[in-house]
């Protein structure tokens, strides 16, 4: 079935609770739109990443961690 204008539902969004049609919205407004979706995208992105090297600073610290005991078990061992 080939879209119609007339089936083709009309692009909104919601600011401030209230939806706006976009094709209402003036040109400025469209771009300061668009500046906001593309923020929170990189927001998204860079909260991701962050996630990644919490874990692996996470990871680094307890391997840091194991090899000062397994230093400490070796000494201990050649104490003996």
């Given at each position: 079935?080939?879209?119609?204008?007339?089936?083709?539902?009309?692009q909104?969004?919601?600011?401030?609770?209230e939806?706006?049609k976009?094709?209402?919205?003036s040109?400025?407004?469209?771009?300061?739109?668009?500046?906001?979706?593309?923020?929170?995208n990189?927001?998204k992105?860079?909260?991701?990443?962050l996630?990644?090297?919490?874990a692996?600073?996470?990871?680094f610290?307890s391997?840091?961690?194991?090899?000062f005991?397994?230093?400490?078990?070796?000494?201990?061992?050649?104490e003996?």
């Open positions: 079935m080939e879209e119609t204008p007339e089936t083709k539902k009309e909104t969004v919601l600011i401030n609770g939806e706006h976009v094709s209402d919205l040109q400025e407004q469209v771009y300061m739109l668009n500046q906001i979706l593309d923020l929170e990189k927001i992105q860079v909260t991701f990443n996630d990644q090297l919490n692996s600073r996470g990871s610290l391997q840091l961690n194991a090899s005991e397994n230093k400490e078990e070796q000494e201990a061992v050649n003996d």
